[in-house]
């Protein structure tokens, strides 16, 4: 899978850039170079265009021992708006349908 990168914002001022390990219409799982407390709310901007900046809660954080993205962020998108929802559906079904194409071959 590429790699998409995003930056994680926090509402305590960290701020950490990552990248996609996993997405799906509930939540995403990230790669991240800072570690973040549970539960605390956060806002993802995309590097590049691919999804709408969207707002989440992180309900897993753990550590990756030896890796540049040193910690591996769970997160749990706060009920997105419609037109971020529909973008969001359309992203994760491309990317699966690429990952399918993929196994194929």
């Known amino acids: 899978m590429k790699k998409y990168c995003v930056t994680i914002i926090c509402?305590?001022?960290i701020r950490?850039?990552?990248?996609?390990?996993?997405?799906?219409?509930?939540?995403?799982?990230l790669a991240c170079a800072k570690k973040a407390p549970r539960n605390a709310i956060i806002e993802l901007r995309p590097a590049k265009d691919v999804f709408l900046p969207m707002k989440g809660r992180?309900?897993?954080?753990?550590?990756?021992?030896?890796?540049?993205?040193?910690?591996?962020?769970?997160?749990?998108?706060?009920?997105?708006?419609?037109?971020?929802?529909?973008?969001?559906?359309?992203f994760v079904a491309a990317l699966e349908?690429?990952?399918?194409?993929?196994l194929l071959f």
């Open 11 to 13: 509402k305590n001022g």
């Open 16 to 29: 950490a850039r990552g990248y996609i390990l996993d997405i799906s219409k509930s939540g995403i799982a």
């Open 58 to 90: 992180i309900v897993s954080s753990v550590s990756r021992h030896r890796k540049a993205f040193g910690y591996r962020l769970g997160i749990k998108f706060i009920s997105p708006a419609k037109k971020e929802r529909t973008r969001l559906t359309r």
């Open 97 to 102: 349908k690429r990952y399918a194409v993929r």
